[in-house]
Every structure is written in structure tokens, then in C-alpha cells.
């Protein structure tokens, strides 16, 4: 309860507000500044390399270059994660990763095996997944159109893989 603009404890009302502002101002320049290092970070990321990691970490170097040659020919990875880090929609390798998951496993979430031999197998298998989806559902243009990149990166890949 306060009366004439003094609160209970014998403050006045706007006792604190003049801090609050500057703390506030404070940590929208704080954000501001976080965001541009975090933007600046990005451009420095390659996401095809990044998405590589996230399934074949044990995979040999010839089929990281082929993955990589892929990804640059077709402008699309297996993962369907963009230049920027957004991904499109959940490919078929992502979908593998979440079986894994789903399975139990955590710390083994590797698709692409470590040999040439395992990643044909492993993009073959996701190849085969796109093209024959157990459950047909309707998706809007887009995400269409991502899948037909995302094919487009298995059949480039696997040429790659096939020439090793």
C-alpha cells in the first residue's frame, strides 16, 4: 500500500525506475553486439562440412571430399542444412540420425559408417527412403523442392563414392 506516491516501505514509487532504464539499455546494446559477433561467426562456417560432421565423423577423407564436391555441385548437403544454417526440412539422413536416437543410441550417431563400402550403403539406403516414404504426406512446394535437391546430393554423392 503507499500513500501520496510513497510506498510501504517508505520509497517513492519511482524509487528504482531510473536504473531499471539504463540496465535495460545496457542489455539491448549487450544483445546487439552478441548478435553481430554471432553473425560475423557464421559467414565463417561451412554448413556442408558441418552437416558431414554430424554423419560420417569416423568416415574416411575420400568420401568427406566426395560429400564436399557433391554438396558444392548441387548446392544442397544430405542434411538439408543451407549456407546460413537453416534447415529446409528433415532429410532422410536426418531421419536415420533420430532412428539411432530413438534406438538408444547417443554417442554413435554416425550414417556414413567408415569406409567407402558403408556410406554407399548408408546413401543408398536414404536414396531409397525418399524415393519410397512409408507414409505419403502432403508438403507444400518447398519443401518438394528441397527433396528434389536433397535426391539430386544422393545421386551425385554416390557417383562420387562409386568412382573411389
Not at 548478435?35 to 560475423?40: E, H, N, T, Y
Not at 555441385?73 to 544430405?78: D, F, L, M, S, T
Not at 530413438?102 to 556414413?112: A, K, Q, R, S
Amino acid at each position: 500500500m503507499s500513500l501520496n506516491g510513497i510506498a510501504a516501505m517508505g520509497n517513492p514509487a519511482w524509487y528504482g525506475t531510473r536504473k531499471a532504464k539504463s540496465s535495460t539499455e545496457s542489455t539491448a546494446s549487450g544483445f546487439m553486439e552478441i548478435a553481430a559477433k554471432m553473425a560475423a561467426q557464421d559467414k565463417t562456417i561451412d554448413y556442408d562440412e558441418k552437416a558431414f560432421d554430424m554423419v560420417g565423423p569416423n568416415a574416411p577423407l575420400d568420401v568427406k571430399n566426395a560429400w564436399m564436391e557433391a554438396a558444392k555441385e548441387v548446392n544442397a548437403n544430405g542434411l538439408g542444412i543451407k549456407s546460413n544454417g537453416q534447415m529446409t526440412h528433415i532429410s532422410e539422413m536426418m531421419v536415420q540420425r533420430c532412428i539411432k536416437t530413438m534406438g538408444g543410441e547417443t554417442e554413435n550417431l554416425d550414417i556414413l559408417g567408415n569406409s567407402v563400402e558403408s556410406a554407399i550403403q548408408a546413401t543408398k539406403q536414404a536414396l531409397f527412403n525418399l524415393e519410397h516414404p512409408a507414409v505419403y504426406t502432403s508438403t507444400s512446394l518447398a519443401v518438394q523442392r528441397e527433396c528434389a535437391k536433397e535426391r539430386e546430393f544422393y545421386i551425385a554423392f554416390l557417383e562420387k563414392l562409386n568412382q573411389l
